[in-house]
């Protein structure tokens, strides 16, 4: 750890000289580099060949043997750490749980035992869809155990949603719960996963575990008990090697069209690469307390949860419910009950705790914290500040760390664990080792510092995706085909003349609602299925705590009247469709869409009204009129509103 300076960062002066050394060194010579990681784990079989590189294919470690669950649980469960605590699981009602790291070797075991009595083979995929409690986890590291391939559905999806990525996946086994708490509330989890499969007919056995005790309808021959299942469990099953490019994964996330992409990662490339990052972003010791308060069903909870910190021999807090609830200083509480040291967080959780104001830190005890990392969406410097000042008391890092369900591993980030460099609040700062970003123009040269332009990863990294499932055309043409020789992120950034990055939001049609990814043609899509819609546009709003929000321009039906109910009824077919995340905050309905002469929809006048900027040129728009007529319904609406 950084020695805690009692000076205000922007006065600290480190020297750089050991991080630039060693990147350097990365960017030089990556395949030692990376074997030099990966010799960090244990392997069955040593690799053959670090890296083949067939663009936009890589395949790392090739020849190599390893399983991903022995590294997380085995490894440690030989030595000392077997009594070292895993996982301080934090329920909502304050009931909690904590797991040693033999009792999650033990687990790990017993539920591998389960999924291979049922018939889950090496390669078969098997869809997780539960709130976070501990058996995420543990369900997550027994199939990777035996092979089989998970897929993790965040529990907040709709039964469509479910449907879809079960189909896409061909899951034949789901896992999901009886319910989970969320604010005080009930939400019946099995019910909606017994919609999803009259939806998907490939699921042919869903395990229920028990977490509410509420009533669930149970189908005969399809639908199991966990803990009757578990009663026939072995409490040992072997862990099975797989080969370096094995799939660990598959995780939806959303890209520009209506189809969710299924983000396929490797298991070692994809573990040496988080098992490295993790160490050079956290600085992870064995007496850390790491709480990282993401979703599992997100790829930060994948690698930052489950894979890079148990790897590690971590100790983790893994907490159930809302952030406010039962009042909102919940987070400071728990951080207080485990005395965290490392709390990882987003944006939208930052700003949302700094409007209930610093009075509800004041009542804890913070000082156990030692550094502060944020993602999923810019951080503004005000947000940065207050998380600096108020969570961190002026004496804590903050590792601002940009990356994607895409590359697997973190990217762009301050690194503490090599050596810090002076922190500017809102930057993501430089690279980390292996990682060559770059800011290129439209046409694909270096833009020059201070220029915003889009931002490029120009070599392949370990952690990187094997691919889309089922998709190779569409993983080439999403991300390599706009820069040839480069992969597309599909965000803006600039680099400043220290070379230091500042991320500015997605440059395509894919919106960050909360630090939650959505696409604006999956929601236009699932707009248009409302009986009264005839077709709909969506943009986002920039919005003070969740960084962007979903505003739907539809254009109805003929028959249909328009009215504040059947504003509502679209947001509540929208929550229907895709789940709470995707709630628009606000439903305006026009007579048309403003569109170029080509027929395309020109959501950038859509945004510009939305978000009461100036529209920009027009001269490409079809039917000037359409903007008339939206500027008009937009003035009256804010009217309307003004007067309420
Ligand atoms: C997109 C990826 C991987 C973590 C969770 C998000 C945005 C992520 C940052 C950051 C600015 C960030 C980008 C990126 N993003 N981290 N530190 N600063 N923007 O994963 O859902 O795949 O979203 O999140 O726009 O492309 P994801």
Redesign the pocket.
């Known amino acids: 750890m950084p020695a805690p300076s009692s000076l205000p960062f922007e006065t600290r002066v480190w020297p750089v000289k050991k991080l630039k050394d060693f990147y350097a060194r990365s960017i030089e010579q990556p395949e030692e580099f990376w074997a030099e990681q990966a010799h960090k784990l244990e392997w069955s079989r040593t690799w053959d060949r670090v890296l083949d590189w067939d663009p936009p294919f890589a395949r790392w470690f090739v020849g190599g043997k390893l399983n991903a669950s022995y590294l997380c649980v085995d490894r440690h469960a030989k030595t000392w750490r077997r009594s070292k605590v895993a996982i301080y699981f934090e329920g909502e009602a304050g009931d909690s749980r904590v797991l040693s790291y033999s009792t999650l070797h033990r687990e790990v075991n017993r539920f591998a035992s389960v999924l291979l009595n049922l018939g889950v083979k090496k390669g078969d995929s098997v869809a997780l869809y539960l709130p976070m409690i501990p058996e995420l986890p543990v369900f997550m590291l027994a199939c990777a155990r035996i092979g089989a391939v998970h897929t993790v559905i965040f529990s907040g999806f709709s039964a469509q949603a479910l449907a879809d990525r079960v189909g896409d996946v061909g899951a034949r086994f789901l896992v999901t719960a009886d319910g989970a708490f969320r604010r005080g509330k009930v939400i019946p989890l099995k019910a909606t996963a017994d919609e999803a499969t009259a939806l998907s007919p490939l699921i042919e056995k869903i395990i229920v575990v028990t977490r509410t005790g509420m009533p669930v309808n149970m189908t005969t021959g399809r639908d199991l008990r966990l803990d009757d299942l578990l009663a026939n469990a072995l409490d040992h099953v072997e862990p099975v090697p797989v080969e370096a490019d094995h799939p660990l994964y598959v995780l939806y996330?959303s890209g520009t069209t209506g189809k969710p992409k299924g983000v396929v990662h490797s298991t070692g490339g994809y573990m040496v690469h988080n098992y490295a990052a993790y160490q050079w972003v956290f600085n992870i010791r064995e007496e850390s307390v790491y709480w990282c308060t993401a979703d599992a069903g997100?790829?930060?909870g994948h690698s930052c949860i489950v894979y890079a910190p148990l790897a590690h021999g971590a100790a983790i807090v893994l907490y159930e419910g809302a952030p406010d609830f039962p009042a909102v200083d919940r987070w400071w509480d728990i951080i207080e009950k485990y005395g965290v040291t490392i709390l990882y967080t987003s944006p939208t959780a930052i700003k949302m705790l700094m409007g209930h104001g610093e009075q509800w830190l004041a009542r804890h005890d913070l000082s156990s914290i030692e550094l502060l990392g944020?993602?999923?969406?810019?951080?503004n410097p005000e947000a940065w500040q207050w998380f600096y000042k108020y969570v961190g008391g002026e004496r804590c890092t903050i590792v601002?760390?940009?990356?994607?369900?895409?590359?697997g591993a973190i990217m762009i980030s301050p690194a503490p664990g090599i050596e810090c460099v002076p922190m500017k609040p809102g930057s993501?700062t430089l690279p980390l080792p292996g990682v060559d970003a770059a800011v290129v123009d439209e046409a694909g040269r270096p833009a020059p510092p201070g220029q915003r332009g889009y931002l490029v990863l120009r070599k392949p990294w370990p952690g990187m995706l094997l691919g889309l499932y089922g998709d190779p055309q569409r993983y080439q043409a999403a991300y390599w085909s706009r820069f040839p020789g480069a992969y597309n992120?599909?965000?803006y950034a600039i680099q400043d003349s220290d070379g230091y990055f500042w991320?500015l939001?997605?440059a395509d049609e894919v919106l960050?609602v909360s630090?939650?990814?959505l696409s604006t043609a999956e929601i236009e899509a699932a707009v248009a299925t409302h009986p009264r819609v005839a077709e709909a546009a969506v943009v986002s709003r920039e919005h003070s705590t969740k960084g962007e929000s979903i505003v739907v321009f539809a254009v109805l039906r003929d028959s249909a009247i328009p009215s504040d109910r059947l504003k509502g009824e679209i947001a509540d077919h929208l929550r229907k469709a895709i789940g709470p995340i995707a709630s628009p905050d606000e439903v305006d309905f026009v007579t048309r869409l403003p569109r170029t002469r080509s027929g395309k929809v020109l959501r950038r006048v859509l945004k510009a009204v939305a978000n009461d900027t100036p529209l920009g040129d027009l001269s490409t728009l079809e039917d000037e009129a359409s903007v008339e007529d939206l500027t008009r319904s937009y003035r009256q609406l804010k009217q309307e509103r003004a007067k309420a």
């Open positions: 996330t997100w790829v930060t944020s993602v999923g969406e810019p951080i601002d760390t940009w990356w994607q369900t895409e590359t993501a992120t599909g965000d991320m939001g997605r960050k630090g939650h990814r």
